[in-house]
């Protein structure tokens, strides 16, 4: 239902001038014949060329209002017809203002007052109907007065809702930008704590791994101790990274590994102690980031010293990569993890480990 209105307001809208200008044709027509007003001794020809005028006026009132004007005056000093001049009134009561709407209102006292001239010239009805002071002032009020009032009323709602429009709007502005603060402080506050929790602890590891470092004597504890210092220093970055980010005010992208790091990630496990061999079976494709991610972490995990792993990158033609990691040897039991970037049987999608 609601949609059927807004459909019949548009079509109203959009076709307002066309049906303005044939109702007043009309009307102009039926008052110099008759049937509305007083009857004219004019020729048809000129009744008709003075209709088609107005008409065309009507048609032009969203571009141009001096044509209605004067097509208003015209035709009530020519035929008394009203219909041109009851719209010129509502016109001039919805978009004169000041200055403007004084010089219509002296404007329509003078044609007025010019009509009342002729009907006394003409006499007859055209004298009854136009000169007479009782009618005077009807036509003045039908003519001015009430097309003028319901002009100026409907441009006052019209203001009225476009302030409340703006005022809706402001306040909608004001709501998103206290909102924002709301998220820029909640995030400095994350920030702040994440830094005084995390980063001060990550921060002592690095300074004891690096004494250590200094003044071991044990080879073996050396390269440990750098191997620490060195990891913490990378968590370090990345956890200012990410401090970084809740920082913003706007969204932003901080950079992770994928799996073209991969070879990163092993040189890591084998600094650790860790004998890790890569086998890579297929042409090199580039990856989303999203799915190299998954397969960066695939293979992720703590490793012992005395284990040897295997990590296993293969490429099909029609498939996305499919990544396996495989731990042996230790105390513990084997450890197979095996994960494929997309799904089985159309390449594309979440990631799954099994």
Do not use: K
Not at 11 to 31: D, E, G, K, N
């Amino acid at each position: 239902m609601a949609s059927s209105a807004v459909a019949l307001r548009r079509v109203v809208h959009r076709y307002a001038p066309q049906l303005l200008a044939v109702l007043v044709a009309a009307a102009v027509w039926a008052s110099a014949a008759g049937d509305i007003g007083v009857r004219s001794p004019l020729p048809g020809a000129v009744v008709l060329l003075i209709a088609l005028g107005s008409a065309w006026a009507a048609g032009m009132i969203r571009s141009r209002r001096w044509p209605l004007f004067l097509a208003a005056a015209v035709g009530w000093l020519v035929l008394a017809a009203a219909a041109a001049g009851v719209l010129a009134s509502y016109q001039a009561g919805l978009r004169l203002r000041g200055r403007q709407l004084a010089g219509y209102l002296a404007g329509a006292a003078v044609v007025l007052t010019g009509g009342v001239l002729v009907g006394l010239a003409v006499g007859g009805v055209r004298r009854i109907t136009t000169a007479t002071t009782g009618n005077v002032l009807l036509l003045a009020a039908c003519l001015v007065g009430l097309p003028l009032v319901f002009g100026l009323w409907v441009r006052a709602r019209q203001d009225t809702l476009a302030a409340l429009r703006d005022r809706a709007e402001r306040l909608e502005r004001e709501q998103e930008a206290r909102a924002d603060r709301v998220r820029a402080e909640e995030r400095t506050r994350i920030a702040r704590e994440m830094h005084d929790v995390v980063a001060h602890r990550v921060s002592l590891m690095v300074v004891h791994a690096g004494a250590l470092e200094v003044t071991a004597a044990d080879p073996a504890t050396v390269e440990a101790a750098a191997l620490i210092r060195t990891t913490g220093r990378q968590a370090l970055t990345d956890l200012r990274e990410v401090l970084g980010v809740l920082r913003q005010a706007g969204p932003a992208v901080t950079p992770e590994r994928g799996l073209d790091t991969l070879d990163e990630l092993i040189g890591e496990s084998r600094a650790a102690g860790l004998r890790v061999s890569r086998q890579d079976e297929g042409v090199p494709t580039a990856l989303p980031a999203t799915l190299g991610r998954t397969a960066y972490r695939v293979p992720g995990g703590p490793g012992g010293a005395d284990e040897r792993a295997q990590a296993r990158v293969r490429r099909r033609d029609d498939r996305l990569p499919a990544l396996s990691a495989r731990r042996v040897g230790g105390a513990g039991p084997q450890r197979p993890v095996r994960g494929r970037v997309g799904p089985a049987r159309r390449g594309a999608g979440a990631a799954r480990a099994a």
